[in-house]
């Protein structure tokens, strides 16, 4: 497998998701810093503006350089390309915009100890005008090679639109961590607490955005494969799935340890270096590991960034997936984890329970701190859970995944694990002592994280009934 | 026999793994930790 572009398409296809994904992260961290008020976050989010501008030429060049070679394929529409085209011609343009407005406001507040309200307000503007232009090209990109997205839903058996969703998702994660890494490394150097904290909280997003991705990418295998697509074969996508997995326990890893390090920095008002680093390793290890899974999932179906001497897997039953779910069928390992499954829960909700009611304003002699310092365990519940669900659902995936009730169940989860996070970064909660109510806004956040983990557990119990 | 085993021996080195992780975390907290 070569990972260095050897074609136009293929290099279009690595540096086009760069800016659209891009702006979404910088986005949040610029509206995070903006809200914060924080100089040298707003000074950073301009100059990663900026870089995203520069992204603009090689996603140009790449994909004028690809539609030369796809006009040759009588497969590729022209009039999808030249769609594609004009849309991707005016969000580019939009895009230099937007990072030259940033450059200068970043030139004009070196130095000076307030940057300009007006100047930080357009740019922000000018990213969000840009960012919805670019929704519209990715989606038009998508149908350009993707037409398995036209195929007549009456006639498949898993609906397309998990491909489709795990097409726009996977990108989160991934160039999400390549923006949350160098975020990092700015926050490191700069030894910005701020920072440092957005960044713990990106990793953990990116690995929670994990599961869903992880989830669709199963779905998408059984729509691409059953029934057969031509052209596209099971093993290719095995061999996608096998990194995959290695990735979300990467994504795992990564994630936990960045969230310990915000939940003890809010106890010890202080971080440890050697965590900070040791997340800093995580993520690098997972970057890579990240890198060669996306390179995997391209080939899948994109014939035209194949190489010679590209040798692509032929056995579908050979690779760590296909085993785990021969594995897995085997009642002596399905009970254990189900019984594992069914703590993870219980941990969960139990302390998910316990915290948003004291928020919510139950036990009010109880300081907030107090019972923040349970929500190791109901973190821990959710590794538990991820790492046994990912394993009973290779069990029966093409049951679980078209059963009406598992969609609301992963959505929920998503929501709630991320809502979890407000608690150790919301400062106004943190100060609530014995006696004290919580701020209104943490009260819809419990409500919630209620809502969502009790979901979870709905969705999961309804699995084979409904 | 070996289900009732494999459960038994699973479930107390998963739930051993995350009761002693939340231990330490919070014996940490309790011996430097600060007021809020």
């Not at chain 1, 398409?9 to 810093?33: E, K, Q």
């Not at chain 1, 809502?419 to 109510?437: I, N, Q």
């Not at chain 2, 085993?5 to 998963?14: E, N």
Request: hydrophobic share 55%.
């Amino acid at each position: 497998m070569h990972l260095i572009p050897q074609s136009w398409s293929h290099l279009h296809m690595l540096v086009s998701v760069f800016p659209s994904v891009g702006l979404v992260f910088i986005l949040g961290l610029y509206v995070t810093a903006l809200i914060v008020d924080n100089k040298v976050m707003k000074l950073s989010c301009l100059a990663l503006f900026a870089a995203l501008a520069v992204l603009a030429v090689p996603t140009y060049v790449s994909g004028d350089h690809s539609m030369t070679v796809l006009s040759q394929n009588p497969k590729i529409s022209q009039d999808a390309m030249s769609v594609h085209l004009g849309w991707g011609v005016v969000s580019l343009a939009l895009l230099v915009v937007t990072g030259v407005a940033a450059l200068i406001t970043l030139w004009r507040g070196w130095g000076v100890k307030h940057v300009s309200e007006n100047a930080l307000h357009l740019v922000l503007g000018l990213a969000i005008v840009t960012l919805g232009l670019m929704v519209i090209v990715d989606e038009l990109g998508f149908d350009i090679s993707h037409h398995e997205l036209q195929l007549d839903a009456a006639t498949q058996k898993t609906s397309q639109i998990w491909s489709h969703v795990h097409m726009i998702l996977n990108h989160f994660p991934t160039v999400g961590l390549v923006f949350a890494l160098c975020f990092y490394l700015i926050a490191l150097v700069a030894d910005n607490v701020v920072m440092k904290r957005t960044s713990l909280v990106l990793f953990v997003i990116c690995a929670i955005l994990g599961i869903p991705t992880y989830v669709t990418g199963n779905a998408s295998m059984w729509a691409l494969t059953d029934p057969e697509i031509p052209g596209i074969s099971k093993a290719v996508i095995n061999a996608h799935r096998d990194m995959a997995l290695v990735t979300l326990f990467g994504l795992a890893f990564t994630g936990v340890t960045a969230w310990i390090e915000l939940w003890r920095y809010r106890h010890l008002g202080r971080f440890s270096n050697r965590s900070l680093y040791l997340v800093l390793t995580f993520a690098i290890i997972t970057l890579g590991v990240m890198a060669e899974t996306r390179h995997r999932g391209g080939q899948i179906n994109h014939p035209e960034i194949r190489v010679a001497t590209d040798i692509l897997p032929s056995d579908p039953t050979a690779g760590w997936s296909a085993n785990i779910e021969l594995l897995i069928n085997n009642v002596l390992w399905f009970v254990p984890w189900q019984t594992v499954h069914f703590f993870g829960f219980s941990l969960i909700f139990g302390t998910a329970l316990v915290v948003s009611l004291r928020v919510l304003g139950f036990w009010k002699s109880v300081p907030f701190s107090a019972v923040h310092r349970l929500l190791p365990l109901g973190v821990f519940g959710v590794v538990m859970n991820v790492f046994s669900g990912m394993l009973i659902l290779q069990a029966d995936s093409f049951r679980y995944l078209n059963e009406i009730t598992f969609v609301p169940k992963i959505a929920f989860i998503t929501i709630g694990a991320i809502a979890v996070l407000y608690f150790s970064v919301a400062e106004r909660l943190w100060t609530v002592k014995a006696g004290e109510d919580a701020p209104m806004s943490a009260k819809w956040v419990a409500a919630l994280v209620l809502i969502s983990w009790a979901g979870v557990i709905m969705g999961g119990r309804l699995l084979p009934y409904v | 026999m070996e289900i009732f085993l494999a459960v038994v021996v699973l479930a107390a080195c998963v739930l051993g793994i995350v009761f002693g992780a939340t231990y330490y975390l919070n014996r940490v907290v309790d011996e430097n930790g600060r007021k809020p």
